[in-house]
Structures are given as C-alpha cells and as structure tokens.
C-alpha cells in the first residue's frame, strides 16, 4: 500500500507533462504525416512560382522542379501588359468588396434580430433560412439567370453584386451564434439608454462583433475574388470580365506559352495569400465565436 500511494503522484506528473513529452512516438509519427501533407499541398504552388521565372525552354527542361534555374522577372511584366489585366483587376476589386460589404451587414443585421428579438415563429424561420443551405446553387441558378435577364441586367456587375445584399443562411448562423454569445445586459444598458434595436444593432453589438466581421469579410473575399462561375454566366463582354475570367480566355490564347500563364496566376493568387496570411489569426477567432466579454 505504501508502495502504491508513492508511485500515484509519479503518474500524476507524468500526465500533466505536455502531449509530446508522453507520447514521442505518436508526436514524431504526426509530425512526418503533417509534413508530407503539408508538402503535398504546396508544392503545386511552389511549383508554379518557379515556372513563372522560367523561360518557355526551361520549363521544358526542367520538369517537375520547383528550384528555377533563372530568374525571368520581366514574366510578371509581361503578364501585366499582354491584356488589360488592370481593368479586370478593377472589376474584381468592384465585384469582391461592394458584396463583402452588403453579405456582412445583412447577414450581421439579420442574426442579431434572430438572436435578440423574441418574436413569434423565430425559432421556425430561422429553421428555413438554415433549411435553405440543403438547396444545391444549381437549383437557383436557371431562376435568378431569368430574373436578372428580365431586368436587363446581363453583361453588367449588378448579379454579381446585388445578390450579395440579401444575405447568406450560413454566415447569418454565424452571426447570430456570436450574438448569442453576448451577455444580455447590453441591450438592457442600451434601451434604457433609449436605443430602438437598429440603433443598437449598430452602436453596440455591430463594433463588438468585429472578430465575427473579420472572419467572415476574409472568407467571403477568397469566394468572391476566385469566382469565376458567376462572371462566366452573367458577363459576356470584355469591358466586364474579372480576373478569373479573363484567365480562362488568357490561357486559351496563350495556352502555350507556361511561363506567362504561370506568371498571371500568380499575380492573382498572390491577394489572398496575403490576406488568408496576414488574418488567420482573426478568422480563428472570429470562427470560435469568442465575442463575449
């Protein structure tokens, strides 16, 4: 018994030593998988920003090897210059930041409401807005093409932008989870104040939900910014085009020539690396819902 009662604190410390210091093996073994996937999922990248440096020669002769042999950085000029990448950047700027700004607010206004008015059948319409992610984007397709073309509205910006106003069922989740995470008493503070509940909305749950906002303007600005199935329906004209779709039309042109197409997909990739880089630790955040304070 005394032996026992000796040898319980040993065990007791030793689970209280980190993950790695009890399970080497295991830590080693998770470490090479994480490696090897991890290599897996950049070395196309890696790959392409080497062909991009390459002569059209070099990528020949080089093969699969993500270390260039030269360093061509007049690609990148060349990939600016051979079309009019610049008006396509600004229509993906335009079609990218005016929906991320409408998908935020409407989706913040409309999960604040499902999260701090209590009015009747909330909880069922709340159950259809979620019910509406189980509809494939193919079903409303061939009906929002038809509404906007009777608007006379093909071959402009405004589908790929005015949808984005009327909200997304998941980001609404999001937004009211995290609503739901702020304690009560702020809207009691606020309507003793004399706030009506938009005006609470704004000046009290709207600046304290800017994790949430972060988190979800990063994630609707990698959609929106590589769409391409949008602009490939609704636009037909070069005046309009975004980046991802101009690439398409830019690699059947250049299709053989690797080094520029390389080079351009780099250049559009590069903004959401940037982003995705800079903010993760927001999207953390803001996805963990740790808005209550």
């Known amino acids: 018994m005394t032996a026992l009662a000796e040898a319980r604190p040993a065990v007791a410390f030793r689970t209280d030593r980190p993950f790695w210091r009890r399970n080497v093996s295991l830590t080693i073994v998770l470490y090479v998988v994480l490696v090897l996937g991890s290599v897996a999922f950049v070395y196309p990248f890696l790959w392409m920003i080497a062909t991009s440096l390459r002569s059209l020669a070099g990528v020949g002769s080089s093969g699969a090897s993500v270390v260039p042999q030269e360093f061509l950085w007049d690609n990148y000029s060349r990939a600016v210059t051979s ?46 807005v979620l019910a509406t992610m189980l509809l494939p984007g193919e079903v ?4 929002q093409f038809m509404l906007f073309n009777n608007l006379g ?53 709207l600046p304290l939900a800017r994790p949430a906002v972060v988190a979800v303007s990063i994630l609707l600005f990698m959609g929106y910014w590589n769409n391409f199935l949008g602009p490939a329906i609704y636009i037909n004209s070069d005046e309009w085009k975004t980046l991802p779709l101009a690439l398409a039309g830019f690699q059947s042109v250049n299709g053989t020539d690797t080094p520029l197409l390389m080079a351009t997909s780099v250049l559009i990739t590069l903004p959401c690396l940037l982003v995705f880089f800079v903010a993760q630790k927001q999207i953390t955040n803001g996805i963990t819902f740790s808005g209550g304070k």
């Open 83 to 128: 079309f009019p990448f610049w008006r396509y950047a600004l229509n993906s700027v335009l079609t990218t930041f005016i929906p991320i700004v409408g998908t935020v607010f409407s989706c913040a206004l409309a999960g604040f409401a499902f999260a701090r008015l209590r009015v009747r059948f909330s909880g069922v319409v709340f159950a259809v």
């Open 140 to 143: 409303t397709m061939v009906p």
């Open 153 to 205: 509205m093909i071959d402009t910006l405004y589908p790929l932008i005015l949808p984005a106003f009327f909200g997304s069922p998941f980001y609404i989740f999001l937004f009211r989870q995290f609503f739901l995470r702020m304690p009560g008493e702020l809207a009691d503070a606020a309507v003793v104040d004399g706030c009506g509940w938009f005006r609470m909305f704004l000046l009290v749950y």
